[in-house]
């Protein structure tokens, strides 16, 4: 399993990024897909997920409404579209797979894969 995760960067507050995940190395249109982040000093948290088919997702309440996953089963890349940024925002973003939705959201780390170098977010005027 392979995850190369970018399209992070500087942004001030309110505006928006689009972040990419190029997976590789597993069936890629089978695998529900995840975003997470890490903030400094802060544990893992997950952001949202995507079924393997695209059509229904999920998200933590502190980006639902803000942020929305898509993915390309043709291209094998995932995205995280990220609006109204806010401070809070800042972190080193992850993604994920697993052969279920529920192991993202719920961060069941033994279904996860490997975890990838991550893009780094950072919100501030």
């Known amino acids: 399993v392979q995850l190369v995760e970018s399209g992070g960067g500087l942004v001030q507050p309110g505006g928006s990024l689009r972040l990419s995940c190029a997976a590789s190395g597993f069936t890629f249109s089978t695998s529900a897909m995840g975003w997470f982040r890490q903030a400094p000093g802060k544990e893992r948290e997950f952001v949202a997920a995507i079924i393997s088919s695209g059509s229904s997702a999920y998200y933590a309440d502190s980006v639902r409404g803000r942020f929305t996953i898509s993915r390309d089963n043709a291209k094998n890349t995932v995205y995280l579209q990220m609006n109204n940024l806010k401070p809070a925002d800042t972190a080193v973003y992850y993604c994920?797979?697993?052969?279920?939705?529920?192991?993202?959201?719920?961060?069941?780390?033994?279904?996860?894969?490997?975890w990838g170098q991550g893009t780094q977010v950072t919100v501030s005027s």
């Open positions: 994920n797979a697993a052969s279920r939705l529920h192991a993202l959201v719920a961060g069941i780390t033994e279904e996860l894969g490997d």
